[in-house]
Each structure stands twice: as structure tokens, then as C-alpha cells.
Nanobody
Framework: VQLVESGGGLVQPGGSLRLSCAAS????????MSWYRQAPGKERELVAR????????IYADSAKGRFTISRDNGKNTVYLQMNSLKPEDTAVYSC???????????WGQGTQVTVSS
């Protein structure tokens, strides 16, 4: 199983980034996919979640109206479009997959997002 995030980097306040998480080794289309983030000295928090098929994604209050999670089951990839970025969005963003007969839980290695002028 692999979850490989990409797209992080340094961006100025008000800017945008698009994170990608490429998955392999499990039936991606059947899994709930989520983005989490963890800032220095803080606990990891859920940013956004999208179910395997249909349904409205859920977002943390801090992400509503600015972030959009989407998935392409044909490419086994989940995305996080982040707009109007703020310094408080600075964190390591990690991709998570949850599902399967045993309710497996898989994590990527994370990608750093830094919002600074």
C-alpha cells in the first residue's frame, strides 16, 4: 500500500496550492479518503473527507469556503485545492485512506505547506 502526496510548498498569503495524493495497493474507489494536517506543536486535525461514491464532502470549519476535496477513481488520486491560504494553514498535510473488511487505515508521508510572505 502506498499513498504519495505532492504539491506542497511555500506560498504567499492569499495564494493557492493543489495537493495530490496518489494511491496504490488497495481498492481506492471503495475507500474513504481524507486530508489531515498537523502544525508544529499542535494535534493532527481533519481538513476534509470524501466518501467512496457520492455524498457531500465534509470540511473542517477552517477549510469551508476555501478548500475543495475531490477524487479521481480512475487515477486512484485524491486532491485538495486550497485557495485564499492563510499563515495559519501552515502545516504538514497528510493523506489518509480508510475502509476495507477490517476497516484498514493507511497514511501517506505528508507534504509541507508553508504560507508566508
Amino acid at each position: 500500500v502506498q499513498l504519495v502526496e505532492s504539491g506542497g510548498g511555500l506560498v504567499q498569503p492569499g495564494g493557492s496550492l493543489r495537493l495530490s495524493c496518489a494511491a496504490s495497493g488497495f481498492p481506492f474507489s471503495r475507500y474513504v479518503m481524507s486530508w489531515y494536517r498537523q502544525a508544529p506543536g499542535k494535534e493532527r486535525e481533519l481538513v476534509a473527507r470524501i466518501r467512496s461514491a457520492g455524498g457531500r464532502p465534509i470540511y473542517a470549519d477552517s477549510a469551508k469556503g476555501r478548500f475543495t476535496i475531490s477524487r479521481d477513481n480512475g487515477k486512484n488520486t485524491v486532491y485538495l485545492q486550497m485557495n485564499s491560504l492563510k499563515p495559519e494553514d501552515t502545516a504538514v498535510y497528510s493523506c489518509n485512506a480508510m475502509g476495507g473488511a477490517r476497516n484498514e487505515d493507511y497514511w501517506g508521508q505528508g507534504t509541507q505547506v508553508t504560507v508566508s510572505s
